[in-house]
């Protein structure tokens, strides 16, 4: 119920914007974040932000990518900026919602997106 744009192929130090958004309707949506994944390695969060817009993020990216969300439209997105090669991972969009008041909340995936940073 979550899907995931904006992957791609970029140069060191390009940008790239990532969306995310629920293509069903919920009846609230908590906490939403971004994680990512390399070959070989356990999935790995990236950030996170509140419903209240408070973000937390991983040391690899402070200062490079700007997680920010649309409570209207149940979306996040992340804006990464300057990116390294070690950025590459397959990019998997996070929210924790109810999908009724009486149900949840359960924790959604999106299906993921590649992103690819190389010269």
């Known amino acids: 119920q979550l899907v995931e744009s904006g992957g791609g192929l970029v140069q060191p130090g390009g940008s790239l914007r990532l969306s995310c958004a629920a293509s069903?309707?919920?009846?609230?949506?908590?906490?939403m974040a971004w994680y990512r994944q390399v070959p070989g390695k356990q999935r790995g969060l990236v950030e996170t932000i509140t419903s209240g817009h408070n973000t937390n993020y991983a040391d690899s990216v402070k200062g490079r990518f700007t997680i920010s969300r649309d409570n209207a439209k149940n979306a996040v997105y992340l804006q990464m900026n300057s990116l390294k090669p070690e950025d590459t991972a397959v990019y998997y969009c996070?929210?924790?919602?109810?999908?009724?008041?009486?149900?949840?909340?359960?924790?959604?995936w999106g299906q993921g997106t590649q992103v690819t940073v190389s010269s």
């Open positions: 996070n929210a924790q919602a109810r999908p009724t008041s009486w149900a949840g909340p359960f924790n959604y």
């Open positions: 069903g309707t919920f009846f609230s949506v908590a906490g």
